[in-house]
Structures are given as structure tokens and as C-alpha cells.
């Protein structure tokens, strides 16, 4: 399993956290900075992500799980026309 410690900064863009449904619906709503708020999202596999950035600069005490979160390659869904 790969997780933060294992990846670098220019990596960031292409690596998210993977969340559970229960764990997207923990966070939606709930800030993991001062004014910064998590943001989940679907992949092209449907699977709940969120951002490297989310996880790394998480400061909220009740999320810090989020940095240990599993890491998968980023596929976007494709842009609807």
C-alpha cells in the first residue's frame, strides 16, 4: 500500500488518498484547514478521492486519519459535452 511518506512533491498531482463511502461522508463539509474545506470526488472508477494537498496540510485533529490513507493513481472521469 502506498501512502504519503512514499511519494514526493512532484508527485502530488498525480496520486489521491482513496476514502471509503463512509469516510467521503465524514469529511464533506468539514474544513481540514482554516478556510479550506475537504472536497471528495469520483474518479473514472468511481472510487471517492481526495487531494493530495487535503491530506498533507490537514491540521483538523478529527481527520488526521486522512494522511494515512491509501494512494491511487488519479484517473479523472471524462469531461461531459
Known amino acids: 500500500m502506498m501512502t504519503l511518506k512514499d ?3 512532484e508527485d502530488w498531482n498525480t496520486y489521491v488518498g482513496l476514502l471509503t463511502e ?3 461522508d465524514e469529511l464533506i463539509g468539514q474544513m481540514y484547514s482554516p478556510d479550506s474545506f475537504f472536497n471528495p ?3 473514472a472508477n468511481n472510487n471517492w478521492v481526495i487531494s493530495i494537498e487535503e491530506m498533507e496540510y490537514c491540521e ?3 481527520f488526521l486519519w486522512v ?3 491509501e494512494l491511487i493513481i488519479y484517473v479523472p ?3 461531459e459535452i
Open 7 to 9: 511519494i514526493t512533491k
Open 60 to 62: 483538523n485533529p478529527n
Open 67 to 69: 494522511k494515512d490513507l
Open 22 to 24: 463512509i469516510q467521503k
Open 41 to 43: 470526488i469520483q474518479d
Open 77 to 79: 472521469k471524462p469531461s
